[in-house]
């Protein structure tokens, strides 16, 4: 999954939220954690009541194909039951249905680690088959750091939701990227504070991982810490100096500090790297653009047009060039396509207006646009500027137009 987040018309780029990413589940069991469901907090009371030796235990989430037959899932938890109880003792282990299709189990007394897992590898196997159905299953075990027993848990439901990105089938160990994805989850939630305490967390346990240094940059970002992001995203780039989504996100943070040359340095650092990523084309052409740098500039709006056609601001920024250096078919062809991409963009409904108007075509047709330009916005003196140009230029040819006819 890729999310992102704006700042003004450009994103911060975050990364898939696992290496082999496949498709994001429909439904996140970490939901869960927040929401305080009443099976969640029902497991959560009889785990904290359990008499569990202090050698520790394995806590499972466990989940039912989607895909399995409405008869499968119907007789789930009774096969769910027997298997739990033919693999486990009652008195070495407890488990709860968290929703008809999945459940949730902790079991202890194991001699170690290993074993643990081949008895849960057992229990997955003889649901799987009884089911005829694949299973997901994300695993944490206590003691974990300094985890209690309910952060326990709440990993192994943040290891499922890991797993989920895998596919039925699979069975993942809470770990660091268990943990990104959580924040990115939390992150799609607007919950900021929280998906940086899910980042935080998970370079605790992975303190070289780029990807969480990368999203909790981001996430410093948007809740408006600048220097943190700042950074977040300098100790990524120590790691590996190459790596263009934090190259071109610590460029972004110094273009919102208005630190240009700075934010022109890492954008072409990491157009170095690779000249094919849209936003770094994008954001280092607007930049360039911005300070009137236009031979600079034309080169990488022209790919970033390439590699996004419906990139409004590629196009607009494009025309705006080209009506700079009086170039008015190649102008009126970029904001057209700017227009038709976003009919309410009063820049490119602007600029197309006087690339038409100077060209003396489709008149009243552009004092229609840089009309409506004004009206988007009505203080900016550009737009006010450039209807009056439209205006003079239509009655020219009006007059134009009056003495040939009478020529």
Same mark, same amino acid.
């Given at each position: 999954?890729?999310?992102?987040?704006?700042?003004? %018309?450009?994103?911060?780029?975050? !990364?898939?939220?696992?290496?082999?990413?496949?498709?994001? !589940?429909?439904?996140?069991? #970490?939901?869960?954690?927040?929401?305080?469901?009443?099976?969640?907090?029902?497991?959560?009371?009889?785990?904290?009541?359990?008499? *569990? !030796?202090?050698?520790?235990?394995?806590?499972?989430?466990?989940?039912?194909?989607?895909?399995?037959?409405?008869?499968?899932?119907?007789?789930?938890?009774?096969?769910? =039951?027997?298997?739990?109880?033919?693999?486990?003792?009652?008195?070495?282990? *407890?488990?709860?249905?968290?929703?008809?299709?999945?459940?949730?189990?902790?079991?202890?007394?194991?001699?170690?680690?290993?074993?643990?897992?081949?008895?849960?590898?057992?229990?997955?196997?003889?649901?799987? /088959?009884?089911?005829?159905? =694949?299973?997901?299953?994300?695993?944490?075990?206590?003691?974990?750091?300094?985890? $209690?027993? $309910?952060?326990?848990?709440? #990993?192994?439901?943040?290891?499922?939701? +890991?797993?989920?990105?895998?596919?039925?089938?699979?069975?993942?160990?809470?770990?660091?990227?268990?943990?990104?994805?959580?924040?990115?989850?939390?992150?799609?939630?607007?919950?900021?504070?929280?998906?940086?305490? %899910?980042?935080?967390?998970?370079?605790?346990?992975?303190?070289?991982?780029?990807?969480?240094?990368?999203?909790?940059?981001?996430?410093?970002?948007?809740?408006?810490?600048?220097?943190?992001?700042? /950074?977040?995203?300098?100790?990524?780039?120590?790691?590996?100096?190459?790596?263009?989504?934090?190259?071109?996100?610590?460029?972004?943070?110094?273009? *919102?500090?208005?630190?240009?040359?700075?934010?022109?340095?890492?954008?072409?650092?990491?157009?170095?790297? @690779?000249?094919?990523?849209?936003?770094?084309?994008?954001?280092?052409?607007?930049?360039?653009?911005?300070?009137?740098?236009?031979?600079?500039?034309?080169? +990488?709006?022209?790919?970033?047009?390439?590699?996004? !056609?419906? #990139?409004? &601001?590629?196009?607009?920024?494009?025309?705006?060039?080209?009506? =700079?250096?009086?170039?008015? @078919?190649?102008?009126?062809?970029?904001?057209? $396509?700017?227009?038709?991409?976003?009919?309410?963009?009063?820049?490119? &409904?602007?600029?197309?207006?006087?690339?038409?108007?100077?060209?003396?075509?489709?008149?009243?047709?552009?004092?229609?646009?840089?009309?409506?330009?004004?009206?988007? =916005?009505?203080?900016?003196?550009?737009?006010?500027?450039?209807?009056?140009?439209?205006?003079?230029?239509?009655?020219? #040819?009006?007059?134009?137009?009056?003495?040939?006819?009478?020529?």
């Amino acid at each position: 999954m890729t999310p992102r987040f704006a700042s003004k %018309e450009f994103t911060f780029l975050k !990364p898939d939220s696992d290496e082999h990413p496949i498709q994001e !589940p429909d439904t996140f069991f #970490s939901d869960l954690i927040h929401k305080k469901t009443v099976s969640f907090t029902a497991f959560e009371e009889r785990l904290a009541s359990a008499r *569990i !030796p202090e050698t520790g235990f394995v806590c499972a989430a466990i989940q039912v194909a989607c895909t399995a037959s409405e008869e499968t899932l119907e007789k789930a938890r009774d096969i769910f =039951e027997a298997c739990f109880h033919s693999v486990l003792d009652k008195k070495r282990g *407890i488990w709860e249905s968290l929703d008809p299709t999945a459940f949730v189990l902790v079991f202890w007394d194991y001699d170690n680690r290993k074993k643990a897992m081949d008895l849960l590898e057992s229990l997955k196997k003889k649901i799987s /088959q009884a089911l005829a159905a =694949e299973l997901l299953v994300g695993v944490a075990m206590f003691p974990f750091h300094d985890f $209690s027993c $309910s952060q326990v848990f709440a #990993s192994a439901l943040k290891a499922i939701d +890991h797993a989920a990105f895998f596919g039925a089938g699979h069975m993942k160990i809470f770990d660091g990227i268990s943990l990104n994805i959580s924040g990115d989850r939390l992150y799609h939630l607007g919950q900021y504070d929280a998906a940086i305490q %899910e980042y935080e967390q998970g370079l605790l346990l992975e303190p070289g991982n780029i990807n969480l240094m990368n999203s909790l940059g981001v996430c410093f970002g948007v809740t408006g810490d600048l220097e943190k992001a700042r /950074q977040s995203f300098t100790n990524a780039l120590d790691i590996n100096p190459r790596e263009i989504m934090v190259i071109y996100n610590l460029g972004l943070v110094y273009q *919102i500090l208005e630190n240009t040359d700075k934010a022109v340095f890492f954008l072409q650092k990491a157009h170095g790297i @690779d000249k094919k990523v849209f936003e770094v084309e994008l954001l280092l052409g607007h930049l360039l653009f911005k300070a009137g740098k236009y031979d600079q500039a034309l080169p +990488h709006l022209e790919t970033a047009a390439r590699l996004d !056609p419906a #990139s409004g &601001l590629a196009f607009r920024t494009l025309g705006e060039i080209f009506l =700079e250096r009086k170039d008015l @078919d190649k102008a009126g062809a970029a904001f057209n $396509s700017a227009v038709k991409l976003k009919p309410a963009d009063p820049i490119a &409904l602007s600029g197309y207006a006087l690339a038409m108007a100077q060209r003396k075509r489709n008149l009243k047709i552009a004092l229609n646009f840089a009309r409506k330009s004004v009206a988007l =916005e009505p203080e900016n003196t550009i737009f006010q500027e450039r209807l009056e140009q439209v205006r003079q230029l239509t009655k020219l #040819s009006q007059r134009h137009d009056k003495t040939k006819k009478f020529a």
